[in-house]
T-cell receptor, first 113, second 112 residues
């Protein structure tokens, strides 16, 4: 069964550093998302991406965040200057066009010290 | 704004009993309602979903009901087993390709 793959599985960084989280969505999917989950809390929407551009973003997704699909396969989330409150699990999600079903990657745990 | 409220936040049942988790959504344009099971440290896994043109859907021990008028939907698990213990999230989405709005989660504990 096709899978959404994410790297790294865990990253520890110092406050103020830049972080890039990478995702390879399922190959024939057209919708891509980043969600985050702070430990013990609900899953929160960050951004959706369709047709090579952002289609929607949440209030959380401020100027410190950016997304890119540089080569038609990878889908990246960049945090320019990390803050302590960015510590969370970040999930990449890939969406099928025909069914609308969403597939979660295993997540990248970000710890900001 | 768009919001999904989920209750209860924790639920403890005896093995073999039924468990019911309820959600209410605010956006009347929502038309897709998935339920996810999340085990500790793992990603959310889709267990069942329902679309707004259907009132009920069942898959073995799991069923979901939707009341569009009241903007309520519920997850029913019958004959619970210890391996059903996890956090369950409901979610709502307005349109295909749109964002999912998640509820706060219900921690289900099934005691043997």
């Amino acid at each position: 069964e096709p899978e959404v793959t994410q790297t790294p599985s865990h990253q520890v960084t110092q406050m103020g550093q830049e972080v890039i989280l990478r995702c390879v969505p399922i190959s024939n999917h057209l919708y891509f998302y980043w969600y985050r989950q702070i430990l013990g809390q609900k899953v929160e929407f960050l951004v959706s991406f369709y047709n090579n551009e952002i289609s929607e973003k949440s209030e959380i997704f401020d100027d410190q965040f950016s997304v890119e699909r540089p080569d038609g396969s990878n889908f990246t989330l960049k945090i320019r200057s990390t803050k302590l409150e960015d510590s969370a699990m970040y999930f990449c999600v890939s969406g099928a066009l025909n069914t609308g079903e969403l597939f979660f990657g295993e997540g990248s745990r970000l710890t900001v010290l | 704004g768009e919001n999904v409220e989920q209750h209860p936040s924790t639920l403890s049942v005896q093995e073999g009993d039924s468990a019911v988790i309820k959600c209410t959504y605010s956006d009347s344009a929502s038309n897709y309602f998935p339920w996810y099971k999340q085990e500790l440290g793992k990603r959310p896994q889709l267990i069942i979903d329902i679309r707004s043109n259907v009132g009920e859907k069942k898959d073995q021990r799991i069923a979901v009901t939707l009341n569009k008028t009241a903007k309520h939907f519920s997850l029913h698990i019958t004959e619970t087993q210890p391996e059903d213990s996890a956090v369950y999230f409901c979610a709502a989405r307005r349109n295909q390709g749109g964002k999912l709005i998640f509820g706060q989660g219900t921690e289900l504990s099934v005691k043997p």
